[in-house]
Nanobody, 115 residues
Framework: QVQLVESGGGLVQPGGSLRLSCAASGSIFMLYAMGWYRQAPGKQREFVAR???????YYADSMKGRFTISRDNAKNTVYLQMNTLKPEDTAVYYCWAVVAGRDYWGQGTQVTVAS
């Protein structure tokens, strides 16, 4: 069993910043990668960013230059630094992990970008 717990969401003004975190616990043997997806109302879930166990990072094109993914291996935690936020970034952000070839998901944290 693997548990993923997100935190850091909230309300922010356009142009502002937020940092999301996701802590993994449980049976995390062979934790190959962690990352983030998001889902806005009425839209399909979309990929945001991921980071591999070796530290390689990948981003969706629309997030490049604004979002940064990082990790703290000692804490089994992944972060998503979000800058220059736009109203279009409003969504529920879900933490994702691959452990021994299986996908795991957090419950999500709400990010709202509005004046």
């Amino acid at each position: 069993q693997v548990q993923l717990v997100e935190s850091g969401g909230g309300l922010v003004q356009p142009g502002g910043s937020l940092r999301l975190s996701c802590a993994a616990s449980g049976s995390i043997f062979m934790l190959y990668a962690m990352g983030w997806y998001r889902q806005a109302p009425g839209k399909q879930r979309e990929f945001v960013a991921r980071i591999t166990s070796g530290g390689s990072t990948y981003y969706a094109d629309s997030m490049k230059g604004r979002f940064t993914i990082s990790r703290d291996n000692a804490k089994n935690t992944v972060y998503l630094q979000m800058n220059t936020l736009k109203p279009e970034d409003t969504a529920v952000y879900y933490c994702w992990a691959v452990v021994a070839g299986r996908d795991y998901w957090g419950q999500g944290t709400q990010v709202t970008v509005a004046s």
